[in-house]
């Protein structure tokens, strides 16, 4: 038998704990912000109730049910896979979307074969920030030739920027980059926040608190809405339990990171990531498979 773990969600505001995840300086001219804080007092809300959860990556946990974040309703009966890739279904009809997220680490990337492959959507990187102390912004080289080739092969794309913010003025400072590095171009899909804590190395980001965490998703979701894109967040179960205030950050959409074959997270969220080692045509070596709930989020 497994050991249970018996974690109060209510430990969330007060951990600093760095855990594992799933897995060019420039100054921004664009200087945006509509985020609001929220006082340092607010005490997570819950319902009282107790839940056992089976994860694949934590084991057998106890959480506290937070107060207003919707559950996640997917039924793991209506899931099916194939050679290829994963597949979501609701009364006989596709309830899903077939989706990638690339960098400039996939290379250069053939988006005729990848959208003749099935690919539906695309999660490109836009950019990211380093984990030293520094924490320099850069832009990601293929970012702008991966959105405009991906959009002009009819492939719908939103973007990621890999964050490692530890405060909520860097948090701002992101956003507006990432709007700075877009310019005018439009989006499909929404631009994610993924702030991942960094594993087998020191980062800048170790004892940032769960407030500070929630604190910074908020601040650049909020300010990347400012500009009219959608906002979601990308982020492993860990994350989402155990440095996320969800109540706090109910407003937005959660791309979820799980290698399973069925997710197993009790809160919903619209995008899955399900494997780092798909096979998709036109890219050489693996790439990340993710699925698309569109009965939850139809962003196009």
Known sequence: MKKIKYILIS????????LSGCGGNSESKTQQSSYTPTPTDTTVKTT?????INDSTLGEIWITELEGVTKNT???NNFSADANFKYY??????ASTEGIDVSDYNGTIDWKKVKDSGIDFAMIRIGGRGYGTEGTLYQ???????ITEAKDNGIKVGVYFFSQAINTEEAIEEANYVKEILGDIKLDYPVAYDWEIVKDDDA???NVSAY????CARAFCQTVESYGYTASIYSPSRELYFKYDLSRLKDYDIWYCEYSDTPEFYYQFSMWQYTTAGKVDGID???DLNICFTNIADYA
């Open 11 to 18: 430990a969330l505001l007060v951990s600093t704990t760095a």
């Open 48 to 52: 009282g109730e107790k839940i056992l």
């Open 74 to 76: 997917l039924d793991k």
């Open 89 to 94: 279904n609701e009364n006989g009809k596709a």
């Open 140 to 146: 990601d080289e293929s970012a702008i030739k991966n």
């Open 204 to 206: 800048r980001t170790d």
């Open 212 to 215: 500070e965490a929630t604190e």
């Open 285 to 287: 070596g693996e790439v």
